[in-house]
């Protein structure tokens, strides 16, 4: 069983779906656990369920407002060992009917998101000399699909920045890894399916079915099954483990 006690964890994206399972899970294996976001509310939400989780709000595409999180993290509950960078969203619009703006905003949240996340920590894990930088990433960083096109070159960027720097820390106890989970079962997933419904004239049964015939076994990715993933790789018995875009999607990629 994986003991995670004495290991400060950052999480984005804290408040909700994937990023909240993560917390729970990760408390409950002993971290301390510090969850982040925009919105205050489901941050304190998820804080409310254990001890060991604090709520801080921040915005992941702005720099200085992630080192202002790191500052008070650290002073709450230590230095960041592990930083989960969880925030992400995606937009659904056919390549022709894109702006600048869709495209800016995709990459800010999906990619520099990641980056200005990994940035802002990765001094203490240097200083320490050990430590974790794992991204949420997604099969659309292994694949292509239709009509979101800014996301999945965002998710593709996050694998490629993940495999560059896993390179640059090897030797310094730090390790650099993407988990890409398919379609999961969480509140983003809810908006893919009203915006097929809406686009498409399909019921929600058959949006619902044209989504999961992507998975070879035929279901939804559950978050708990991502957040096992992330307690793994957060485990020293996963030291050898860099650089790498681990598929969660029941057989996709």
Not at 38 to 58: C, G, K, N, T
Not at 73 to 86: C, F, L, S, V, Y
Not at 236 to 241: E, K, Q, R
Request: hydrophobic share 45%.
């Amino acid at each position: 069983m994986t003991d995670l006690t004495g290991k400060h964890i950052l999480i984005t994206g804290g408040g909700t779906g994937v990023g909240r399972e993560i917390a729970l899970q990760l408390a409950a294996a002993g971290a301390a656990v510090t969850v982040t976001g925009r919105r205050q509310a489901p941050l304190d939400e998820v804080s409310a369920q254990h001890s060991a989780i604090q709520a801080i709000s921040a915005d992941v595409t702005d720099p200085a407002s992630m080192a202002d999180l790191v500052r008070e993290a650290a002073k709450r509950q230590g230095p960041i060992d592990i930083t989960i960078a969880n925030a992400g969203a995606a937009d659904s619009k056919p390549f022709n009917r894109m702006t600048t703006e869709d495209w800016t905003q995709a990459l800010m949240i999906n990619l520099t998101g990641v980056f200005n996340s990994f940035q802002a920590t990765l001094p203490a894990m240097e200083r320490s000399g050990w430590g974790r930088l794992i991204s949420i990433a997604s099969t659309a960083g292994l694949k292509g699909y239709a009509y979101v096109s800014a996301y999945c070159a965002a998710k593709h960027g996050v694998i490629g920045l993940t495999k560059s720097l896993a390179l640059e820390l090897a030797t310094k106890g730090i390790t650099v890894n993407a988990v890409c989970p398919g379609f999961t079962e969480t509140p983003m997933l809810e908006k893919s399916i009203e915006n097929i419904m809406k686009k498409t004239g399909m019921d929600q049964a058959a949006a619902i079915k044209a989504l999961q015939a992507t998975n070879p076994m035929g279901r939804f990715i559950q978050p708990e099954e991502i957040a096992r993933t992330v307690l793994w790789l957060c485990d020293d018995n996963s030291g050898s483990i860099t650089g790498q875009a681990i598929s969660v999607s029941g057989g996709e990629v």
